[in-house]
């Protein structure tokens, strides 16, 4: 079956550096995103990763091992803004249409 | 560009009643998608398009129905609502479904059925 796995809550300071959790089961692959969602907003588009190995953009970062079937996303020098959920999404390409499937969400609380 | 818009942005029904939750994107976007968002719930697909006339069931289609007559516009309809249909409805779209062509997301529609 299909299964997205994530850490429910994760908590950090101001400044600090988190590192959110992401193993995935899925009949096929074809690239995996991360979302960060504001509470009562909609999802933004974060990163993709489809090839093993660090992607790095600004403060954020990711990292896809496909054969653990593993992702991570690093935020560094956490700001307070940072504090929303972030949603792990594989493709499916095995699926027409090849629509995302997401985990739950991990909500991020940033403190002073 | 607008991006994605829905309308309404929230709604409450009656048990029983229909509705049709409008989306439309400015980007020309083949492909769009009809989500939804339970509490402390991943996204679940409920119907997807792959262009104008073509329509597929995603995860949870069962009491919807799509239409997409249009490239812009992929209205999402509910017949008889239930409780269960209360949920936030995001509509999304992508250029394409290879590479590093993400979805984008509309605000919303934060649906209630009393």
């Known amino acids: 079956g299909q299964n997205i796995d994530q850490p429910t809550e994760m908590t950090a300071t101001e400044g600090a550096i988190v590192q959110i959790n992401c193993t995935y089961q899925t009949s096929g692959f074809n690239g995996l995103f991360w979302y960060q969602q504001h509470a009562g907003e909609a999802p933004t588009f974060l990163s993709y990763?489809?090839?093993?190995g660090l992607e790095e953009k600004g403060r954020f970062s990711s990292f896809l091992s496909r054969s653990k079937g593993y992702s991570y996303l690093l935020l560094k020098e956490l700001q307070m803004k940072d504090s929303a959920s972030y949603l792990c999404?594989?493709?499916?390409?095995?699926?027409?249409?090849?629509?995302?499937?997401f985990g739950k969400g991990t909500t991020l609380s940033v403190s002073s | 560009n607008a991006g994605v818009t829905q309308t309404p942005k929230f709604r409450i029904l009656k048990i029983g009643q229909s509705m049709t939750l409008q989306c439309t994107q400015d980007m020309n976007h083949n492909y769009m998608y009809w989500y939804r968002q339970d509490p402390g719930m991943g996204l679940k697909l409920i119907y997807y398009?792959?262009?104008?006339?073509?329509?597929d069931k995603g995860e949870v289609p069962n009491g919807y129905n799509v239409s997409r007559s249009t490239t812009e516009d992929f209205p999402l309809r509910l017949e008889l609502a239930a409780p269960s249909q209360t949920s936030v409805y995001f509509c999304?779209?992508?250029?394409?479904?290879?590479?590093?062509?993400?979805?984008?997301f509309g605000p919303g529609t934060r649906l209630t059925v009393t």
């Open positions: 999304a779209s992508s250029y394409s479904t290879l590479g590093t062509y993400e979805q984008y």
């Open positions: 990763n489809v090839l093993d």
């Open positions: 999404a594989v493709r499916d390409g095995n699926q027409a249409g090849t629509a995302l499937i």
């Open positions: 398009s792959v262009g104008a006339g073509i329509t």
